[in-house]
């Protein structure tokens, strides 16, 4: 089994930054990618950012240049680092492993972005 468990979120202003965390625990030897992915009311689950095992990262297009993702190994951890954060921003955000095809979730964490 793998456990997801995400903590970062909360309340912020238009142009504020936060950094989501999300600790991996398990059975994660080998994992494909972790990512961030995120879902606001009345809308689909989307992609924000990915990292794969080896470090590759890829960036949904409307967070490109403002978000950052990373990985520390040694504690299973990856970060979401959100700058210039604007209210289309905000929605639950989940963290995602994947692994042998099957997607692991956390709980989600909030993040709203005041206008």
């Known amino acids: 089994q793998v456990q997801l468990v995400e903590s970062g979120g909360g309340l912020v202003q238009t142009g504020g930054s936060l950094r989501l965390s999300c600790a991996a625990s398990?059975?994660?030897?080998?994992?494909?990618?972790m990512g961030w992915y995120r879902q606001a009311p009345g809308k689909q689950r989307e992609l924000v950012a990915d990292?794969?095992?080896?470090?590759?990262?890829n960036y949904a297009d409307s967070v490109k240049g403002r978000f950052t993702i990373s990985r520390d190994n040694a504690k299973n951890t990856v970060y979401l680092q959100m700058n210039s954060l604007k209210p289309e921003d905000t929605a639950v955000y989940y963290c995602?492993?994947?692994?042998?095809?099957?997607?692991?979730w956390g709980q989600g964490t909030q993040v709203t972005v005041s206008s």
């Open positions: 398990g059975s994660i030897l080998g994992f494909n990618s």
């Open positions: 990292i794969t095992r080896v470090g590759m990262t």
């Open positions: 995602n492993l994947n692994k042998n095809l099957r997607n692991y």
